[in-house]
């Protein structure tokens, strides 16, 4: 089969157009079948998956299909062919030593008990932010007045780190999802986290705290095989810099769909109960990235197509968890939507170690916006709002606001 769709061409006009058109895939599934052939951005070739049940295999398969490619590095043209493993780069790895990493990320993000527990916190950083932007000249850019400090402080938070020190976080995230940017501007932003990140490894070892650097390495240092320096390393640069950039770009979209769908923001406003469908309704609905790379490990087949070992395979997630097969009217906004078990969180051993946190998040943000600034409106048409060029995740850049008031948080 021959390349039929160049994905770096097809993103970049999604950005430039309607921030709310189909993932990429899923509009060609009816031209191509469940199966397309694809160029990446970063030049690779690859088998786009379409199907639920087809993308939710190959996901979930570690014996037909490896992730040492990188799930992202067939977006970046910078990170292709992939460079050797780093110490703890967990995302690329597979089987037990991939369980060893996770593990000791699954207890800190995904722990019902863990996630509990951050509840007050994240519902104290969002009534401090919009407190903060209470009082501020509008229109009010909520993406960076609002979404990105937001996620910033849990993270701050959950790390116990300052929040002075955020535009670290803020190159370094940047600098991961940057189409655009050069190997030599990205491994500078990346030596100073990790530069700050060796810091706090020496300063948790003598004052262990109640953070989840700390957690890691008491419980590391009691097991039978400890996390080194250099894994560790990369274990506190992942949970600094891949967490809220992701969540804060999510969060924005969010605001800005309900104002081109008022109805189902006016639905979500008599009936907050709703926010926790109403979350994962909105991660299944708007368009990510354009898949989840895997490799071949041995030859087999997908939908008729036969697939050599070697070959890589994208993961449409986006094309997935729009089939029809699974989810009725799948292009309709259903913020009541149950079930709803779409893939944009992944599936599988590598599936979003964070998802738990991050649906945390944009519920207590959600629910807070709606309930505290009943008036907020999107201060130019939706049309007019900007969107993202140059990071693999797609949505608004900035998004302007007005609101007549913000209304007192409510005792905790």
């Not at 021959?2 to 899923?26: K, M, N, Q």
């Not at 799930?71 to 050797?84: A, T, Y």
Request: glycine residues 6%; proline residues 7%.
């Amino acid at each position: 089969m021959s390349v039929s769709t160049d994905l770096s061409a097809r993103a970049v006009d999604r950005a430039r157009g309607c921030p709310f058109a189909a993932a990429a895939g899923h509009e060609e599934t009816d031209l191509n079948g469940p199966v397309a052939r694809v160029r990446t951005p970063a030049g690779i070739d690859a088998w786009m998956v379409n199907r639920y049940d087809d993308v939710r295999d190959v996901l979930s398969d570690a014996t037909r299909f490896s992730s040492g490619a990188g799930s992202i590095n067939h977006m970046l043209p910078r990170m292709w062919p992939p460079q050797p493993m780093e110490p703890g780069d967990f995302n690329r790895m597979d089987g037990a030593e991939h369980l060893r990493f996770r593990r000791a990320f699954g207890i800190e993000l995904g722990a019902a008990k863990r996630i509990d527990g951050l509840r007050p916190a994240v519902q104290r950083i969002v009534d401090e932010r919009l407190d903060a932007i209470a009082g501020a000249e509008q229109p009010v850019d909520l993406h960076e007045l609002f979404s990105k400090p937001v996620t910033t402080a849990v993270i701050a938070d959950l790390m116990d780190v300052p929040y002075e020190d955020r535009q670290l976080f803020h190159d370094s995230a940047s600098a991961a999802l940057d189409i655009n940017i050069d190997v030599e501007t990205a491994t500078a932003a990346f030596d100073k986290l990790k530069a700050y990140v060796r810091k706090l490894l020496v300063d948790r070892r003598e004052n262990p705290g109640d953070d989840a650097l700390s957690h890691i390495i008491t419980r590391s240092e009691a097991g039978e095989k400890p996390f080194t320096d250099d894994e560790l390393e990369s274990i506190g640069f992942a949970l600094i810099s891949a967490g809220f950039d992701v969540t804060a770009g999510m969060l924005t979209f969010i605001m800005l769909t309900l104002f081109e769908f008022p109805d189902e923001m006016a639905r979500l406003v008599e009936d907050p109960s709703l926010a926790p469908t109403a979350v994962d309704e909105f991660v299944r609905y708007l368009p990510g990235n354009v898949g989840i790379l895997r490799q071949a490990i041995v030859d087999t087949e997908i939908a008729g197509v036969q697939i050599k070992a070697g070959d890589y395979v994208l993961a449409g997630i986006g094309a997935g968890s729009h089939d029809a097969e699974v989810f009725p009217d799948p292009e309709k906004l259903d913020l009541a939507r149950t079930p709803n078990s779409h893939l944009n969180f992944g599936r599988g051993p590598h599936a979003c170690v964070g998802q738990q946190l991050a649906r945390l998040e944009l519920r207590v943000a959600l629910e807070t916006v709606l309930r505290r600034v009943p008036s907020l409106r999107c201060a130019v048409p939706v049309s007019e709002v900007p969107l993202r060029e140059d990071n693999i995740v797609p949505g608004p850049a900035h998004l302007p606001v007005v609101f007549d008031e913000v209304l007192p948080a409510q005792e905790q």
